[in-house]
């Protein structure tokens, strides 16, 4: 099974701030990775598909960048709305698997 | 319009057999390249994949689980079944359906059902 490994496990920022959440799989994925936001009590959100493509309707402040085995999701100026649970998952091949979760909380 | 609901039990006594349904719209399992998969998420952790249907009968399962899931699909009712055997209170969790496309990511999910297990 491929793992996938967050970093950080948690993290405290303001509004305003810049973020960046690191996603590392155990072997190559090629783009083959995707961006959750979770929210407590919903269900998960795609946010980023494809290492780098934002879905349709979420916020340009959003970004995803990385291939291979290490990718990264921005957040260039976080605002109030975007303080939640990010997740990495991999779609390069089955049994698929997510990262552990990034929460991300209000300083 | 795509959507997807899960049901079945809340509570399930430990050694049980647990059948959770995804009841989805929009979206025929017949056409070529879809999927739907169950995903769970015990209280406060992460999201683990349980099993994935192809709109070819394909079936995969999570390497931990397999022995214990089995899943299938009713393209004429556009539902999903899942079951698991053996529960155990580590199970308790909110379970989930989305569909994937091609493979891919996720791009719907259900609101999820959350199943304790617990005698």
Known sequence: ?107 | QVTLRESGPALVKPTQTLTLTCTFSGFSLSTTGLCVSWIRQPPGKALEWLARIDWDDDKYYSTSLKTRLTISKDTSKNQVVLTMTNMDPVDTATYYCARTYSFSWFDYWGQGTLVTVSS
């Open chain 1, 1 to 107: 099974d491929i793992q996938m490994t967050q970093s950080p496990s948690s993290l405290s920022a303001s509004v305003g701030d810049r973020v960046t959440i690191t996603c590392r799989a155990s072997q190559s994925i090629s783009r083959y990775l995707n961006w959750y936001q979770q929210k407590p009590g919903k269900a998960p959100k795609l946010l980023i598909y494809a290492a780098s493509t934002l879905q349709s309707g979420v916020p340009s402040r959003f970004s995803g960048s990385g291939s291979g085995t290490d990718f990264i999701l921005t957040i260039s100026s976080l605002q109030p709305e975007d303080f939640a649970t990010y997740y990495c998952q991999q779609s390069h091949s089955t049994p698929i698997t997510f990262g552990q979760g990034t929460r991300l909380e209000i300083k």
